[in-house]
């Protein structure tokens, strides 16, 4: 018989009730046990919701983060921790930094520990810190507790852990520790785990080692063999996993890691799977994660037993079949996805869609696929219709697409000869003063918003309403007297939604949301079909916020690489095809808005540096097709139309070639909590262009003095021309009040006047 598994399901709950029990406990409205009630009972509901599958997950579910829990169990907690609190707030402690409620008991200093993205998806975990004092030590209760509650539910319980070597490989050093060094220590842990599980009844343990998709230098490779060689001699047996990409050079090592079994990717490592057949040892296992664990489409089913049949008959019981990583990074459930359109909804599967489709899969393998004659007629209708559908398919935009030109993503001049252009149009003072975009979402705006949306609030009213608040915030930059100004982006919730939903080939769902970190979800739009722009999107907001100044008032645009990489998109075609897509709408939208009278026209991409894929090999591919689209958005626009850019980070230093490649006239980072070191790269590299190195943090609502962004300029100056240097925050300041911003904003402009004085005697 071939078994099925899932590597982990998602844990916010299919109303997110994980985050509303989060965020109530932090607010001390509910106890900790009632926390603890809720994640007992979503454990309890996603294990049934698993309970057609021959292994049920143990140790997926998280209250945070499950990195974050592997730090716990193997007892590695930062010094600064309060020792006192008990392991639930200990862990929220080194989370979120000093909680709120426990600000009295928690007297050493208690910074949230460093959050990074887990790969290349977008959820995010938490960094564990070692140093040479680092010592392990099992704190195993917490997962034998969950693996106790699943048997008593009668589950067949599968324990996951992140393996040692990938742990290891995701820490950080304050010091020069060798993270190897301690691996036989960590090993020793893992040993213990291992038996402890044995002990409870455990036979088969999901250990994750998703460090083999990724370039490791020998002793990486060989930091595995040894972990897998000791914990070898356990008395459970292991299944060593593999997910979000090919194996590529570390094929051979991951087919020959001394363990039980092995899950390989079977989406994106699909050409790796007849190998991986021939070369694993017949005394194994091999799991295949054969639905998408990472898009939220329906999986063909019939193709996939096409191939999967004699890979079935030849494997036996030694295949097993499985998503092709966590679900972690799906949505829950499509059920009451009432409001998406039905053509469209019958081509999506969520987490509880995609078990139910690995069900049928194996169905099909056991019995025949006679025995599931309905369900795989069904599943043939659902994607016959979306590959023939015309909502899919627009011919005008796929001509539009073959048909783009060289010139298209090339300005009429170069930069020098631009910037002598924009010069003159524009007689911008030294060291000009602008802002990222947006200006505070006061409860006002959402409430607006709000009430539009379900119609409390008319069309009329709403645009009155909007075109107030621009008028408040032209009038206040005006005061302040900065140089250029923005509309503040008051009618967006969002930053890919609000364009997702003026564009064709966008789907939204109601409940789609997905773990970003801890208590915080996202609802990443559907890229469902070819896209284009039926009508202008920005360009009425754009002009009345212009004529209310003579100032230039910048338009405001979300950049097609990031629309893309903050979407699920389609799999039938290639990332860089919908993109490039994506890039032809926004070109129109920039050419409309230069049509309408805007002279300066910001294009944000801000997600640009996380589409990065894993393996470094692949980058300059991927930064081909990015910087290719943004040109196209952005290059149609004569020569004294100014293009800006903005960037929520800040480590170009293995991309400024494709930075300096994007040509943008004016490029605004975040650069204030690293004293402008990271403009050295800028330095080095001669970046030719304006840049605008973000001056003051919008995530601290401190506000910054004067003085405090003068030193920082002086610094930005001793690295970069000054006649290219801009002065603004380093993001955008819709989280912020208007108390916070209007001072900041004053220093800002100040600052700029005395680095005039000072900076040009
Ligand atoms: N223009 C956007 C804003 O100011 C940019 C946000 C971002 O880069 N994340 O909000
Ligand atoms: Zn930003």
Redesign the pocket.
């Known amino acids: 018989m071939i078994r099925t598994h899932n590597l982990g399901f998602p844990r916010i709950g299919k109303n997110r009730e994980l985050k509303f029990a989060l965020e109530s406990y932090w607010r001390s409205e509910i106890s900790q046990q009632k926390l603890l009630n809720i994640g007992q009972s979503l454990r309890e509901q996603h294990w049934q919701l698993q309970g057609n599958l021959d292994f049920q997950p143990v140790g997926d579910f998280s209250f945070y983060d499950h990195v974050l829990d592997t730090s716990i169990l193997v007892g590695n907690e930062p010094g600064r921790v309060n020792p006192d609190a008990n392991t639930l707030d200990r862990l929220f402690q080194i989370a979120r930094g000093q909680s709120q409620q426990n600000s009295t008991t928690c007297e050493h200093h208690c910074a949230a520990g460093e959050m990074t993205k887990w790969f290349d998806t977008n959820y995010h975990y938490i960094v564990p810190e070692i140093d040479n004092q680092t010592r392990f030590a099992l704190h195993a209760d917490n997962l034998l507790n969950q693996v106790r509650e699943a048997k008593a539910l009668n589950h067949n319980v599968k324990p996951v852990i992140v393996g040692p070597v990938t742990y290891l490989w995701l820490a950080k050093t304050k010091d020069e520790t060798n993270k190897l060094s301690l691996l036989d220590d960590l090993v020793v842990v893992y040993e213990q785990l291992l038996i402890r599980l044995a002990d409870e009844g455990v036979e088969w343990v999901q250990i994750d080692e998703p460090i083999l998709v990724t370039e490791l230098d020998p002793s990486w490779q060989h930091a595995l063999k040894q972990a897998y060689f000791s914990l070898h001699k356990t008395p459970v047996k292991l299944l060593l996993t593999t997910y979000f990409g090919q194996l590529k050079d570390n094929l051979l090592l991951a087919c020959e890691l001394p363990v039980d079994g092995l899950h390989i990717d079977a989406i994106t490592g699909f050409d790796e799977i007849s190998k991986v057949v021939d070369w694993l040892s017949p005394l194994k296992v091999l799991s295949l994660g054969i639905i998408n664990g990472r898009n939220i489409w329906k999986t063909d089913l019939n193709t996939t037993l096409d191939w999967l049949e004699p890979i079935a008959t030849r494997l036996k019981d030694r295949l097993w079949l499985a998503p092709s990583c966590s679900l972690l990074h799906v949505p829950v459930d499509l059920t009451n996805e009432d409001c998406l359109d039905k053509e469209i909804k019958s081509w999506l599967a969520f987490a509880v869609q995609k078990i139910e489709e690995l069900s049928v899969i194996a169905h099909a393998l056991n019995y025949g696929r006679s025995s599931v004659a309905s369900q795989l007629q069904h599943n043939a209708a659902a994607i016959a219709s979306r590959q023939h559908s015309d909502r899919v398919h627009n011919p005008v935009v796929k001509t539009r697409s073959s048909e783009i030109s060289n010139a298209m993503s090339q300005r009429q001049s170069d930069y020098k000869h631009r910037a002598l252009t924009q010069k003159k149009r524009f007689k911008l003072p030294l060291f000009p003063t602008t802002?990222?975009?947006?200006f505070p979402q006061t409860n006002a705006i959402r409430q607006a918003r709000k009430h539009y949306k379900n119609g409390q609030l008319n069309h009329s009213d709403y645009e009155q309403f909007i075109k107030s608040e621009i008028k408040h915030t032209i009038d206040i930059q005006e005061e302040i007297g900065l140089d250029v100004l923005?509309h503040g982006?008051a009618e967006?919730n969002d930053?890919v939604e609000y364009f997702g939903q003026q564009l064709d080939g966008y789907a939204f769902t109601e409940f789609g949301w997905v773990q970003s970190y801890g208590s915080r979800c996202v609802k990443p739009p559907i890229i469902y079909g070819d896209i284009s722009r039926p009508n202008p999107m920005t360009v009425a907001w754009a002009c009345y916020a212009q004529s209310l100044s003579k100032k230039p008032v910048k338009g405001?645009l979300?950049g097609p690489v990031?629309m893309l990489n903050w979407s699920f998109v389609r799999d039938d075609q290639p990332r860089s095809q919908t993109c490039l897509q994506l890039a032809l709408a926004i070109r129109d939208e920039v050419l409309d808005l230069e049509q309408a009278g805007i002279s300066i026209i910001?294009i944000?991409e801000?997600a640009l540096r996380e589409g990065l894929p894993l393996r470094q090999s692949q980058w300059q591919q991927y930064l081909d097709w990015a910087v290719t689209s943004f040109k196209i958005s952005a290059n149609g626009v004569s020569d004294s139309t100014q293009i800006h850019t903005?960037?929520?980070y800040s480590e170009f230093n293995d991309i400024i070639d494709a930075i300096a490649n994007m040509d943008a006239d004016v490029i605004t980072i975040e650069t204030s909590r690293s004293d402008m070191e990271l403009l050295d790269v800028f330095n080095e590299f001669n970046y030719p262009n304006d840049i605008g190195p973000g001056v003051y943090d919008i995530h601290s609502p401190n506000i910054p003095s004067v003085e405090q962004i003068v030193s920082l300029m002086t610094l930005a100056a001793e690295r970069i021309d000054i006649e290219k240097l801009w002065l603004n925050p380093d993001?955008?300041?819709?989280t912020r009040g208007w108390d916070e911003v209007t001072p900041a904003l004053k220093a800002l402009v100040s600052a700029s006047h005395s680095l005039r004085k000072t900076l040009t005697q």
């Open positions: 802002t990222i975009g947006s923005v982006e967006r930053m405001m979300t990031t910001q944000d801000a903005h960037m929520c993001c955008g300041l819709k």
